[in-house]
């Protein structure tokens, strides 16, 4: 907005001084942060009940998860220090952690509750429900093992992602632009397409001499269609007349393709990679739980097997962290690649 | 912005074109034909509906027509070429491109982009946009986004320039200065022009001849030559008595 405004400032005159009032009235400083007060007493309440309340059982970590608990609450006040009075618009760095504050303040009380139910009164049955600080124990005692099979997951859902995705798109823009590829590749797409790629898993363990390249394939296929399909769609969108002001200047086909059909269904290939990007981990999980001896879905797995549920919802949370970091990554792409979209969703 | 070359000679001869709607024949154009020089600018008037904007996409090479032939220095076109320059009605900028991005469309499909950079910025100064180069479409106004589109088709440097409506959505004050540069620069270009208008006052101000078509099919009803030397006021009385003849030419004689 302001850069905006910056940027056009200077044409209208007529405009000018209305919107520099607008824009250059200093803002009025904001009360002390409450919400983050709140949310470090409840994090060191949290601490402190932590530590001083006795385990029901023989547990460990439990200090540690009192410490780290403690920190939170530290690092909670010094940010409701340095940020002050200071005035802070809602979308910068410090109205965004200022709306954070309820969230903090929810997250603590959750961890109290849990602990309560877990650690301390045992009210929740073991092992199916685990405490906190035993989920803390996996990540201090195997990290080695976890941050192993994250990096075999990685190493395997990556590629098959990208590869999936580009023969997708390619696949979706020839279909799009090209009657002949769109004839042949059509029927296909809509007869094998629907099905989930999960279902291919037996003959892509038959087919593949080695189940890293079945999975390859698999995760590749799932990303494959979603891209694929999305990226046909927005092509056939693209209106006649955008074509029509390119073609009366000159340009070739290969300038209609790449520098109008394709800008112009960037929108709905975005939404294909983050559907893409769902299939994806799902197969990812299941193809390490049937045949890859690696990655989370296999820890998850073996976890399951030795009753360590731990360690299952240890590799659960990083896996729900890879996911979301993923998503997150694809839609900084799409808000970088498609800042002259009005009105985008916020991730 | 100048580059002294000639304008085509453009040749409609016999046109008639029909649309295909719900499965029937929609008569268009109906026996259109007429000359005009090199570097003439021709105006041509007529009801919503009639059938200018076909007309025009027909010249551009963007369609073929049902019947007749198009001819530029005597050759009948074949297609779209960069020396027939069309800026549409509606401005159809690429949302995904900056002002001047999108005025810059043309040298980048011809390759010329570096040679005509300074063309790019002339053209976005001559529609007074020079300040939102950066902006993108979504950020204009109605009329910022016809004059970028103007600038668009300025850029190519046309022997043939088509203009469909290209000061409809401009407030009067802008319409007056545009129409002013736009003189100014067919007078220094030599391009021929073609200027669909719904706007009688632009058509006699702007053209050497105004050609009046009659309600869908399009036919010719009069080839009105505007003699009147430039620079021409609206309110000189030879305009006035062109304008009483064209308002009557279309029905609308008690508004004269
Ligand atoms: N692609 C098309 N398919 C079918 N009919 C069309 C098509 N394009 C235009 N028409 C029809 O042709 C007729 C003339 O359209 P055109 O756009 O040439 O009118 P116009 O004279 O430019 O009108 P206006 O002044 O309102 O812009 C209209 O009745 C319209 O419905
Ligand atoms: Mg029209």
Redesign the interface.
Known sequence: MNS?AH??G??NRLDGAASAAGFARPSPPLPVWAGGVVAALVWLAAAGLTHWLPDDDDLGRTDLLALAAAAIGVVILAAVVAVGRRPARRESRIGQLRAAGPWLVALALGLVAWELVTAKYAVLPRPFFVAPQSILEVFTDDWARLGESVLRSLLLVVPGYLLGAAIGFLTGVAMGWSRFVGYWVHPVIRLIGPLPATAWLPVAFFAFSSSRGASTFLIALASFFPVAVLTWSGVSAV?K??Y?????????PW?LVR??AV??A?PSVFVGLFMGLGASFSVLVVAEMMGVRAGLGWYMQWAQGWASYGNMYAALLVLAALCSGAVTLLFRLRDRL?S???GLVRW | MVSGKRGFRLEVRGVRHAFELRGQDLPVLEDVDFVAEPGEFVALLGPSGCGKSTLLRLV???EPSSEGSILVDGQPITG???S???M?Q?P?L????TVRANAA??P???GTLKRDAARIDAALALVGLA??A??????LSGGMAQRASLA?ALV?DPHLLMLDEPLGKLDSLTRLAMQRELSALWQRAGFTALLVTHDVEEALLLADRVLVLSDRPARILADLRVETPRPRRRDDPRLVALRSEVLGLLGLAEAA
């Open positions: 905006i940027r056009i200077s044409a209106g007349s955008y029509d002001v390119a073609r009366t200047m000159g340009a070739s300038f520098k109008v800008p112009a960037m498609l002259w979209q009005k | 551009a090479g963007l779209t070429d960069p027939r320059i069309i549409f509606d159809t690429y949302p995904w491109r469309v043309g980048e499909a011809r300040d939102f950066a902006a993108y479409p979504h950020e668009r190519n």
